[in-house]
Structures are given as structure tokens and as C-alpha cells.
T-cell receptor
Framework: EAQVTQNPRYLITVTGKKLTVTCSQNMNHEYMSWYRQDPGLGLRQIYYSMNVEVTDKGDVPEGYKVSRKEKRNFPLILESPSPNQTSLYFC?????????????FGPGTRLTVL | AQSVTQLGSHVSVSEGALVLLRCNYSSSVPPYLFWYVQYPNQGLQLLLKYTSAATLVKGINGFEAEFKKSETSFHLTKPSAHMSDAAEYFCAVSGPRGAQKLVFGQGTRLTINP
């Protein structure tokens, strides 16, 4: 089954404790992206990657890191999480040449930083 | 730059009534437009998309949307609401083929009254 998977689905942590949220897709998509969803703000892009070893900032990159060492994986790293990073996070992927730029989304990771 | 405005953060309709969710966009280039649906505790699922072909776009679950360039609108409609339509709906815009991101609206939560 074609899908985007994220782990963990739920995470409660404390301020300053480094964490990684994994994202993997099995559709051989070149493009991957991370979004955060907050009430009243919709989804905002954190980082994106056009292909392996190619990443760039989105609209809200502060406090986050990413890496793209393999085509299928795109982990999101919070080196020192803070309470304002409490949010619902989505990973997405699509073909780079997709004419409609349709993105396929993972199930989401709900992060709480205390 | 691109932006999306969804009019009404909450919409409530009776079962069997018309559903109308409003979306206006701003884009300096010919846009691609999308409607996504998010059911509780799930990721985003594509309902329909406009990619410069027919201006009236039909999607899944009986939804459709009409692209009106003169009004910069892409409103989502369904003739008869069903209880299973209760969800949050997001309108999104992107640039042409290969654009780096989707820009989302704030979301509209649709409630269906029996």
C-alpha cells in the first residue's frame, strides 16, 4: 500500500530534551515536506526537500532541523524543544514532476512539550 | 506570494442541506488549487484539485468546486450533506508544476446536524 508513515504518533516530552520524528514514504517520491498544524492557522511549512541531500527552509523553520540522506526518509529533529513547539506535525511527499503538485500526507504526530 | 482565506472557521448545516465552504486565494502566478479533508485523528486526504483544465472540478464523496478567476475563488460545495461529511476542510494553493509548497487556509470545521 502506498503510504507516508510517521513515528511516533503521539509524544509528550520536556523542554530541552532532543527528539526526532521519523517520516518514511514508499512511493519513490522525490519531494518531501514537514508541516505543523495549529488551531486557526492551518498548516504551515517547516522544511522541505526536493531530493536526497537537498533541503530548504519553509515558513517556520526556527527550532527545527531536517536531513535527507535517503530518498524514502525525511526525519524532523528538534534539538531543544520548547513549549511553543507543541503542535500537530504532518509529513508529506509527492513526485517532483507531479503536474498537480498533489501531496500525500502522513497520519500526523501530536507533540506536547512541557 | 500566495495566500488563502477561508471564510468561516465553523460551518454548521443540517443533514440533507447544501454544503458551501468558501475559499479565496491570492496568487501572482496561475494557481493550482486544492481542497483537503481531515477526519478526526487522521491525516489530510485530497478531495479535489484544479490544475488549469476544467473550471468545475468534481471530487470524491460528491464534492465539487468551481474555479472563478475573476473572483479569485474556489468554493467547495456538496448538494446534500451527510453525517459522515463532518470534518475539517482545508483549501490550499500552490504555484505551477514543481512549486515548493502548498499554502493552506486556516481551515473550516464542518458540523452536520441530524
Amino acid at each position: 500500500e502506498a503510504q507516508v508513515t510517521q513515528n511516533p504518533r503521539y509524544l509528550i516530552t520536556v523542554t530541552g530534551k532532543k527528539l526526532t520524528v521519523t517520516c518514511s514514504q514508499n512511493m519513490n517520491h522525490e519531494y518531501m515536506s514537514w508541516y505543523r498544524q495549529d488551531p486557526g492557522l492551518g498548516l504551515r511549512q517547516i522544511y522541505y526537500s526536493m531530493n536526497v541531500e537537498v533541503t530548504d527552509k519553509g515558513d517556520v523553520p526556527e527550532g527545527y532541523k531536517v536531513s535527507r540522506k535517503e530518498k524514502r526518509n525525511f526525519p524532523l529533529i528538534l534539538e531543544s524543544p520548547s513549549p511553543n513547539q507543541t503542535s500537530l506535525y504532518f509529513c508529506a511527499s509527492r513526485l517532483a514532476s507531479s503536474g498537480g503538485n498533489e501531496q500525500f500526507f502522513g497520519p500526523g504526530t501530536r507533540l506536547t512539550v512541557l | 506570494a500566495q495566500s488563502v482565506t477561508q471564510l468561516g472557521s465553523h460551518v454548521s448545516v443540517s443533514e440533507g442541506a447544501l454544503v458551501l465552504l468558501r475559499c479565496n486565494y491570492s496568487s501572482s502566478v496561475p494557481p493550482y488549487l486544492f481542497w483537503y479533508v481531515q477526519y478526526p485523528n487522521q491525516g489530510l486526504q485530497l478531495l479535489l484539485k484544479y490544475t488549469s483544465a476544467a473550471t468545475l472540478v468534481k471530487g470524491i464523496n460528491g464534492f465539487e468546486a468551481e474555479f472563478k478567476k475573476s473572483e479569485t475563488s474556489f468554493h467547495l460545495t456538496k448538494p446534500s450533506a451527510h453525517m459522515s461529511d463532518a470534518a475539517e476542510y482545508f483549501c490550499a494553493v500552490s504555484g505551477p508544476r514543481g512549486a515548493q509548497k502548498l499554502v493552506f487556509g486556516q481551515g473550516t470545521r464542518l458540523t452536520i446536524n441530524p
